[in-house]
């Protein structure tokens, strides 16, 4: 198996709901990553996880919250979002420093 | 903070034609990506550079890490319709565990 696996696909969700987002790997690699991504930008780092503990929080406001189950799970709890939070997010994993990340297909949120 | 400067920032292409694209970097990087995105998708790694002056190819894909370690280049081959898409470079410190990417580059091919 040598995908990230991201649910759902689509999301949408009022301002007062709370909802997650789901990624897996089952690549044995060690780090996983949240990025965000409006349209026409690049991906932005939001967390990293290194060995299911958080290494990097870019800064992002608390109504995101991360969790790391296991090595194989990265969840992104949401609370309260804001309608500018809407954009695509991306869930990557790498085998650790100096490699490339591999990046699952996002969930594309949209908050009304 | 951190960037990287990538151009052009768009390109019009015939069909066939090669493309050259690049990244530049006021700082140092470890190790140099490019990935493709489509509509809809997350970006999928094409090439990575792990040396200075490293030059890798895949199919019609040739990449390389500037000597300078500050600066990397992507040439597409023969282009063909599929080939249309944002092409982003990406580098990575090994001080820490994050990359950062440039702005891409969308590549339009001409009918």
């Known amino acids: 198996d040598t995908e990230v696996t991201q649910t759902p696909k689509h999301l949408v969700m009022g301002m007062t709901n709370k909802k997650s987002l789901k990624c897996e790997q089952h690549m044995g690699h060690r780090a996983m990553y949240w990025y965000k991504q409006k349209a026409k930008k690049p991906p932005e780092l939001m967390f990293v996880?290194?060995?299911?503990?958080?290494?990097i929080n870019e800064s992002v406001p608390s109504r995101f919250s991360p969790e790391c189950p296991n090595s194989s799970l990265l969840n992104l709890h949401l609370h309260a979002l804001q309608p500018e939070d809407s954009a695509l997010y991306l869930c990557?994993?790498?085998?650790?420093?100096?490699?490339?990340?591999?990046f699952g297909s996002g969930t594309r949120l949209t908050v009304v | 903070g951190q960037q990287l400067n990538q151009s052009p920032q768009s390109m019009f292409i015939q069909e066939g034609e090669d493309v050259s694209m690049n990244c530049t970097s006021s700082?140092?990087?470890?190790?140099w990506l490019w990935y493709k995105q489509d509509p809809g998708e997350g970006p999928v790694l094409l090439i990575a550079l792990y040396k200075a002056g490293e030059l890798t190819s895949n199919g019609r894909l040739t990449a390389q890490f500037g000597i300078t370690r500050k600066d990397s280049f992507l040439n597409i081959s023969a282009s063909i319709p599929s080939d249309v898409g944002i092409y982003f470079c990406?580098?990575?410190?090994?001080?820490?565990?994050?990359?950062?990417f440039g702005k891409g580059t969308r590549l339009h091919i001409l009918p």
């Open positions: 990557a994993s790498s085998q650790g420093q100096g490699y490339g990340y591999t």
């Open positions: 990406a580098g990575r410190r090994d001080r820490d565990d994050k990359i950062i």
């Open positions: 700082s140092i990087f470890n190790t």
């Open positions: 996880y290194s060995y299911e503990k958080l290494s």
